[in-house]
């Protein structure tokens, strides 16, 4: 029985958290993130990019996770942030998101 309340609310939380991989040009991590958080203040596209973490590993040095709301959307806004190079169209597990932040 608790095996499928634990499935049950991984699922959900799923759902509503979509963690997206986006790469950003060497070593532009930095500049890629105050361009973005100025779109997204400028814009008001709080509720488009619900979360942006960035992996303290240095393997994921040009990497950052984008928790969106609308992956289409986004990526249009994605696509005209300086130093921006790609988003991946498939949702990333939450067991891989928290690998890349050294949770658990």
Do not use: H
Not at 7 to 19: H, R, V
Not at 29 to 54: C, H, M, P, S
């Amino acid at each position: 029985m608790s095996s499928v309340e634990n499935l049950e609310s991984s699922s959900s939380q799923s759902s509503s958290n979509n963690w997206y991989l986006l790469t950003v040009r060497s070593k532009k991590r930095e500049v890629f993130l105050k361009y973005l958080k100025f779109a997204i203040d400028q814009n008001k596209l709080e509720d488009l990019f619900l979360d942006i973490k960035v992996p303290q590993d240095s393997v994921y040095e040009d990497m950052v996770l984008l928790s969106l709301s609308n992956f289409k959307t986004a990526t249009s806004y994605l696509k005209k942030v300086e130093c921006f190079q790609n988003i991946e169209r498939k949702p990333l597990q939450s067991a891989q998101v928290n690998r890349m932040l050294g949770i658990g």
